[in-house]
């Protein structure tokens, strides 16, 4: 019995031992199902985090195929700008050509002509010049005068002293500037109402024509002239000039009754350049205005980039630059940039060289300051002197 007691005794301390140990252990699972609350609600928010970044995975996928596509557009359109600039390489290196057998030329004739110290030496020292004082007068010759409103005013004194030997006058006149823009309607019906005996032939510009040769309406216009003369037979020459080209009249008809141009199948004429006003001559002369015999002249021939120079080169033949008249002076006067500050604005916005270089900023700055006699032009650099003007403009 004694012995039942203590065993209950002991069963009873050992199990109040054990649930005092569990009171003592209650604060700490307390914590420990706290902690599993936080667990469990950060796994909730790292769920929400996991889903917001595959939302923004599958935003960056479609931005990747969409990169993707814009990528594959663009490897097309490299391609194809890859194709056109290996296109205007090939004609650059064409021009190039050209250019270089052009300068050949050039250099050619300029090795002929300094072996004499005129043409007239030159061309007796070779036999192929003789002068005649019996030739036949009657020059079957007719001009083709390349003409827009920007140069109205040299109209009338270029046709007056052209009348003087040739009275089959040509002018194409194209419906709108080089540029795109519109001719001068009013100043054209000027022009019209103003000459007789001169034929106008209009045609029509397309600006969306494209074409890399920066000369080509400029040529074409030439040859919308030629059309209107290929079929008459009783033409022999064709004279290629520009309204604002002016030849001495009364000194062109001598050398045409004194030379033998007939033995040449073009000739270049020797000119004066003048700039801004027509007192200003530049101590250097070019060659403007182009004689031509007319069943030389072929389309391709033509229309090139070097215009009348690129005839010259390229026609098969007899030829001569540098022609003066018989006083060994030139006899074609070219106010091409004899303008007022507008005027030149103007010239430079429609012409065919527009895009050669920045011409607005070279106009300002040159009127910006005094021409005199000592200056030189921004054009070519030519140096100067002061003359009395040929014509009044």
């Not at 699972?29 to 950060?42: F, I, R, S, W």
């Not at 007056?160 to 001719?183: H, L, Y």
């Not at 033409?235 to 604002?244: C, K, N, Q, T, V």
């Not at 060994?328 to 050669?356: A, F, I």
Request: include cysteine.
């Amino acid at each position: 019995m004694k012995n039942t007691k203590k065993a209950t005794i002991i069963e009873f301390l050992g199990k109040y031992r054990a649930i005092k140990n569990l009171i003592r252990k209650v604060p700490i699972l307390g914590q420990v199902y706290l902690e599993k609350d936080q667990l469990l609600a950060d796994q909730n928010q790292l769920k929400t985090i996991i889903a917001q970044l595959q939302a923004e995975c599958n935003q960056l996928q479609t931005i990747v195929a969409q990169l993707r596509t814009e990528r594959n557009q663009l490897q097309i359109i490299v391609e194809q700008t890859q194709e056109k600039i290996l296109q205007l390489q090939s004609k650059l290196d064409q021009m190039s050509t050209e250019h270089k057998s052009f300068q050949k030329e050039i250099d050619r004739l300029q090795m002929e002509r300094k072996k004499y110290k005129n043409w007239v030496d030159y061309l007796l020292k070779e036999k192929r010049y003789k002068i005649s004082h019996n030739q036949n007068k009657d020059h079957n010759i007719a001009v083709i005068i390349n003409y827009c409103t920007n140069d109205y005013k040299f109209f009338k004194p270029c046709i007056k002293e052209v009348k003087k030997f040739s009275q089959n006058i040509i002018v194409p006149i194209a419906d709108f500037f080089f540029d795109g823009t519109p001719e001068n309607q009013e100043l054209l019906k000027k022009t019209y109402n103003e000459s007789v005996g001169i034929k106008f032939i209009k045609f029509e510009f397309d600006p969306n024509r494209n074409t890399s040769n920066p000369q080509y309406w400029i040529t074409f216009s030439r040859w919308v002239g030629f059309n209107e003369l290929k079929e008459d037979e009783d033409i022999e020459y064709i004279l290629f000039l520009d309204i604002d080209e002016i030849i001495e009249g009364d000194k062109f008809v001598d050398w045409l009754n004194n030379f033998n141009y007939r033995d040449y199948d073009a000739i270049l004429f020797k000119s004066y350049w003048y700039f801004k006003e027509a007192k200003f001559r530049a101590l250097t002369t070019e060659n403007q205005g182009l004689l031509v015999k007319k069943d030389k002249i072929t389309k391709d021939l033509i229309i090139n980039i070097w215009d009348r120079d690129g005839i010259f080169i390229h026609l098969e033949g007899n030829k001569i630059f540098d022609v003066t008249g018989l006083d060994d002076e030139p006899m074609v006067h070219h106010y091409s940039w004899v303008r007022t500050k507008e005027e030149m604005l103007k010239k430079v916005q429609t012409w065919g060289h527009r895009n050669d270089r920045d011409w607005k900023k070279l106009i300002e700055e040159e009127f910006a300051k005094e021409f005199t006699e000592d200056s030189t032009d921004f054009v070519h650099g030519y140096k100067f002197k002061v003359v009395k003007p040929y014509i009044d403009i």
